[in-house]
Structures are given as C-alpha cells and as structure tokens.
C-alpha cells in the first residue's frame, strides 16, 4: 500500500481480479479516496504502477460512486477488471453487498458476495451495441496482427461490439493461432485509434460455452491485458446478437494463461435483458 503525497487516506492499493490467486487474474491500482486528485495526477499513479488500468473513486452521491480509470497512457470510459477490484477492495473494507458505480459510459451496478473464503464480485454492463467492421479496417487488423485471413474461425464473423468500451471481436480458428501472439505494436495502436477501440478481443471456442481469449492492448501502453471484464461484457454481447450461443447462457472466459497470469470471467447473459453480466473474483496484492 502506497500513502499519496497530500491526500491523506487516498492510498494506493493493489488488487487483482478475476483470480483468487495474486499472481493470477488482471492487477489493477485502486485509489478509495481521489477526491483530491486532479487529472494529471491520477494518469502519473497509472504511469507510475504500470498496470492496464486503475480506477480512482471521486466522489459519493448517496450509494453511488462516481469512478474514474486510466491506463499507463490516458483515461478509458469503462474498465472491467478495475471495477471488480474496486467493489472486492469496498467490500472488504464495508462489507459484501450491492454498489453502483457511475462512470463516463453509463451507470454500472455492481452486487458483491462471499463463497466461502473468497469474494465475488458481478458487474452489470450498460446496454451493448454489436456493429460491422468495413472490410478494409479488418484487413489492416489482421495485417498489424500478421494474421493471415485463413485463421479466422468462419462461425465468428469480425465485428465491433461495445458493452461500455469498444472492442474488435476476432474468432481464432486454433488454440495455437490463438496462442501465437506477436503483432505490430505502433500499426494496431494507430488502428485502434482510428476505430476508437480499447482492446482487440482474440477468442477461440473449446466448447458450446467455454472460450479462451486475449486482448491486445497497445493504446494504454500494454502489450497484453491479462484479464479485460469489459472485453468479456462486449464478447457476451457479441455471441448473443450473432445467436452464436442462446439468448439465456452462462459463459465461461479463461484468459492470461498464455502470460503466466490464469484468470476466469463468468458471463451471464439472461433472457430479456439486453445487459451482460460479468463476474469474478479478487484477492489484494502484497
């Protein structure tokens, strides 16, 4: 735990999420109090950590927080991972229970619970929205990836899905094209720029609902997020709006193996409901 200079009880905590394990799952800072935190101040703790993100709360109308995150490189309007952390580093401090959170994408409720040893936090993701790739950005996609097209798995045609942060959804055909992560570093940054795109959302299907994914991250100054609940939200939406999987599905996420960092995102999506459920557990860092 870090103490900030000149804000008196905004430490610097660190948690991961989506794992139980703290050398699993996806780290992110979370600062309880950055109320007196400028802008400025909260991308240098991002910088300084070196995380994807982290997520600052500024603020408290009634049962509602008002959170900010920021990568290494600049402020992003929703991150998973780093809400699933701030709620467990809450309800640690305050108890399990229900929170809501109101970030620069939309309001997200978030309701905590206790299984046994372990906290579980699930996220309630704003309304998605699935669109089309034009042909030319996905052949620059996969240039920048040096994916050949033939790797694609047809059954997951590329799109944009949005569930509070865009992310490009590409269906591997393999687990070892999936696997074989090197890719142009400044080309897909200046792509995903362009697009307006947080992550790229690799996945491969083990089974009707279990994946593996992996989420290249170059415009927050990472190479690879390790375990990206909005990048999961979006991934639910997708499935669903291509009936890739049933309207009402439990979906099973294993990302960050391939770095040495296994987490599980839990995907609920419900029958009605447009919204996408996202949940995992946490356990404080150090």
């Known amino acids: 735990m870090t103490q900030l200079s000149g804000a008196p ?27 007196g935190l400028d802008d400025e101040a909260m991308l240098a703790v991002a910088a300084e950590l070196g995380y994807s993100e982290s997520a600052f709360l500024t603020g408290k109308n009634g049962v509602e927080h008002t959170i900010r995150y ?11 991972h780093a809400t699933v952390a701030t ?21 997200v409720p978030v309701t905590v619970t206790r299984e046994g040893d372990e906290l579980r936090a699930t996220l309630t993701s704003v309304e998605p929205q ?18 050949p097209a033939a790797d694609l798995d047809p059954a997951f045609p590329p799109r944009i ?6 992310h490009l959804v590409l269906g591997a055909a ?14 897909l940054e200046a792509l995903m720029h362009r697009l307006d795109l947080t992550t790229v959302q690799l996945a491969w299907r083990e089974s009707p609902d279990v994946f593996h994914v992996r989420d290249p991250f170059p415009v927050g100054g990472v190479v690879e997020d390790p375990a990206t609940g909005a990048a ?10 291509l009936s890739l999987v049933p309207e009402a599905a439990v979906l099973t996420l294993h990302q960050g193996q391939d770095m040495g960092r296994p987490g599980t995102l839990t995907v609920e ?14 356990a404080r860092i150090g």
């Open 70 to 80: 920021f990568s290494p490189k600049a402020e992003v309007p929703f991150c998973g």
């Open 130 to 147: 699935v669109t089309e790739i034009s042909p030319d950005d996905l052949t620059e996609a996969l240039a920048a990836l040096d994916w």
């Open 269 to 282: 999506l419900r029958a009605g409901d447009p919204r996408v459920r996202v949940s995992g557990t946490g």
């Open 174 to 187: 393999t687990r070892e094209r999936l696997a074989d992560l090197a890719y142009d570093f400044a080309r």
């Open 161 to 166: 899905s949005y569930a509070g942060a865009r």
């Open 232 to 241: 999961a939200a979006a991934f639910g939406a997708y499935a669903r709006a």
């Open 9 to 35: 009880g905004s430490d610097i905590l660190r948690y991961t999420a989506f794992s139980a394990d703290p050398e699993g799952g996806n780290p992110a800072g979370v600062v309880l109090d950055a109320s």
């Open 87 to 107: 709620a467990i580093a809450l309800a640690e401090r305050d108890g399990p229970g229900d929170l809501v959170f109101s970030t620069r994408a939309g309001t």
